[in-house]
């Protein structure tokens, strides 16, 4: 049981440290404060659930797991983050344009007529999705393997980054929420952004739930400019945290379901428990928190081949072929590319399923380049924040552009679960902004020197 208790002792240190950092930072937290604040939770509260588990899950059975690997993992998180922010303090001066609460100042002024625009779409994509289709949520790959090539590309295509929109809209309903001054139109912001997160969470399921709680939360005590622990501030944490026990223990209990391709039968909708049977019914969550190994268990894997086996690294391989993927198919329509969970069979000489874990950033960046991971992975993290800034500076007087640029990078921070190639797609995205803001600029000088010339031969 070493392992169970390693793995409890050093996320309790995780645990921690992102209260006493909250309890420090609660007010003016920046952009960079939010990433640490999401990796320490992701690495506190997850392994420690885990560890609580003296048993097997699909991949791991912790009770006879190394002990120095478990150190490691916590460990190498740790010093990556202490480097981060110490080059953070040195090389960026000026962190207003990465302050939360400007970011909700501008994304506030984002025309409301658009983001309804943009939230309805969304909606009625997924509603199209179901009937037109069969599909509710993430395609699990043995469905997709039979209905993929049956699906239209466009459609495929709004699916990868279905995810990625309904949070940038998250972000600017909670910047209205927050910064509208009218009663009125705070109350109706409200209910929007109350009746959109749970519908857009059928597709990103708990986790993405989850991730915009934490952020309303961030939001809320940013925008109080009031500090996060304080006795009258239990009440809430007490609520939020039954909100999410209960959530969970209904996405578990529809999970068959809503992951399921085709429409619900007659027989499957009787076998259903109601919605209030549902959500009180823990068997469920904790069945699925039992046996689903988490993304920190990929970094204990990666960490755990090095140090026991012996096992090499990938020296760039899967850099490369996170590349060619993230090149969309109208450009380069006969690209192949492999999977990681491919290449680590290959590694490993195992079968993919049997290390089928969520990936992030950490474990791969360990896997591509091993221990120089320590010091890439936080130049990485420092080189968005610093171009976030400045195309957040560059798009001060465009509120729509800034939303975009902010929502993109955010979202990309705050997914730690991730293939550890997503970069590649968030720079992809970032560029078609920049192209379309830069085309958009040409046009308005345009528009405006034609205006102003006829004006003058009038």
């Known amino acids: 049981m070493s392992g169970n208790w390693s793995i409890l002792i050093f996320s309790s240190l995780f645990i921690f440290i992102v209260t006493l950092y909250l309890s420090r930072r609660s007010m003016g937290i920046d952009v960079l404060d939010v990433y640490i604040i999401y990796v320490l939770f992701h690495f506190g509260v997850y392994p420690f659930v885990r560890g609580l588990h003296f048993g097997r899950d699909i991949i791991f059975d912790f009770t006879q797991a190394d002990p120095l690997s478990i150190g490691l993992v916590f460990a190498h998180i740790l010093i990556i983050l202490f480097i981060l922010k110490l080059l953070s303090i040195i090389f960026i001066k000026n962190m207003d344009y990465l302050k939360i609460t400007y970011i909700l100042e501008r994304c506030s002024q984002v025309n409301g007529y658009i983001v309804f625009i943009i939230s309805s779409i969304l909606i009625i994509f997924q509603v199209y999705s179901y009937y037109q289709y069969g599909v509710q949520s993430f395609i699990p790959p043995w469905d997709f393997e039979r209905i993929g090539k049956f699906l239209p590309y466009w459609f495929t295509s709004i699916r990868t980054i279905y995810n990625l929109l309904t949070f940038c809209v998250c972000i600017v309903l909670l910047s209205k929420v927050f910064k509208t001054k009218d009663l009125t139109n705070q109350i109706l912001w409200l209910v929007l952004t109350i009746s959109f997160i749970p519908f857009a969470s059928i597709y990103g399921g708990k986790r993405f739930f989850i991730n915009a709680l934490i952020l309303t939360i961030i939001f809320y005590f940013d925008n109080k400019n009031e500090k996060i622990f304080k006795l009258r501030n239990l009440a809430y944490g007490l609520i939020l945290a039954l909100a999410v026990f209960l959530f969970c223990n209904f996405y578990e209990s529809y999970r068959g379901v809503v992951e399921s391709v085709g429409e619900i039968t007659s027989e499957e909708a009787k076998n259903l428990k109601d919605p209030l049977s549902a959500a009180i019914n823990y ?176």
């Open 283 to 458: 068997q469920p969550t904790l069945a699925f928190l039992s046996r689903r190994p988490g993304t920190w268990e990929f970094s204990y894997l990666v960490l755990s081949k090095q140090v026991i086996d012996g096992i090499a690294i990938t020296k760039g391989k899967i850099i490369a072929e996170g590349f060619k993927s993230a090149v969309p198919r109208y450009v380069w329509p006969n690209k192949t590319f492999l999977l990681i969970d491919d290449m680590l069979a290959q590694l490993y000489g195992v079968r993919p399923k049997e290390i089928d874990i969520g990936k992030n950033n950490y474990g791969v960046a360990q896997l591509e380049i091993g221990y120089y991971s320590i010091v890439i992975l936080p130049l990485i993290i420092l080189m968005l924040l610093i171009l976030m800034s400045y195309l957040n500076k560059l798009t001060n007087q465009n509120v729509f552009f800034l939303w975009l640029f902010s929502g993109n990078i955010l979202f990309y921070l705050v997914n730690i679960e991730e293939a550890g190639t997503d970069i590649f797609f968030l720079l992809r995205h970032i560029l078609l902004i920049l192209i379309v803001f830069v085309l958009y600029i040409l046009f308005q000088k345009t528009y405006f020197s034609l205006r102003e010339h006829l004006n003058t031969h009038k």
